[in-house]
């Protein structure tokens, strides 16, 4: 008798008494298609991406953002007293992440809501969303035409006096569609100005560099994609 209650008082306590006990075989299918989802997910990510940095690292963490979520969303929806506590957990907590750009925050986003959907049990519309949705971007918003980069950040120094900033805008003019000045800064050795211009579509980078080397020969010039932050 002293056994059976010893066992009896183990069971109790894993219970977790005033906790909602889940069926665990739903629950490991949800999980399943969860994982498979986000790395569906995460291929298109570094396949269909306009994104600049590292994509295999921003990819490497969607599967695991989305099983974090799902795991602890499948424990919160089943106490009101843990929901509470993981609010309170989260104001404590600050996540901080190197995200430069949009489109890394809305494929996380994204991530996060494959993990809440499929651990709400919402299994046929969740997968029905993501796939439409995957299947949106694929067809229209990641057209390499529509998205191809038209516009660049460039920095120009130089030191001559006689040089003038209408004469490298004068300069330039032949080879771009549109300039717009960002930043001048005029000191005593030298000047600077950076520029976002959009280049005409068969625009000649060599010509470009030889006609401002006729202006000066020790102009520097920084050429960039205007998308990228270095």
Known sequence: MENK???????????FNGIQQLDITPVLINFFLCVVMSFVLRGFYISRSFS????????????????????????????LALSL?????????????PVKEPEELVYLFFSIAIGLGYAAGQVLITT???????????????????????????????????????DIINNIADYVDSIKLVRFD????????????????????????????????????????????W
Not at 61 to 71: C, D, G, N, W
Not at 145 to 163: F, H
Not at 190 to 213: H, Q, R, W
């Open 5 to 15: 209650k010893i066992i009896s008082d183990l069971i109790e306590a894993w219970s």
């Open 52 to 79: 600049l940095t590292g994509k295999n690292h921003i990819g490497s963490v969607i599967p695991i953002l989305s099983s974090v979520v799902f795991l602890v969303i499948l424990i919160v929806k089943s106490s």
């Open 85 to 97: 506590g993981l609010v309170g957990a989260l104001s404590i907590v600050r996540f901080r992440t």
């Open 128 to 166: 029905m969303i993501v796939t439409l949705t995957m299947v949106m971007i694929y067809f229209w918003l990641s057209n390499r035409r529509v998205a191809k980069v038209l516009e660049y950040n460039m920095v120009i120094t130089w030191e001559k006096e006689e040089l003038k900033f209408n």
């Open 186 to 229: 005029q000191h005593s050795s030298n000047c600077k100005a950076v520029l976002l211009i959009s280049p005409k579509e068969n625009y000649n980078i060599d010509g470009f560099m030889i006609d401002l080397k006729g202006l000066d020969e020790a102009i520097k010039v920084s050429f960039y994609e205007s998308k990228t932050n």
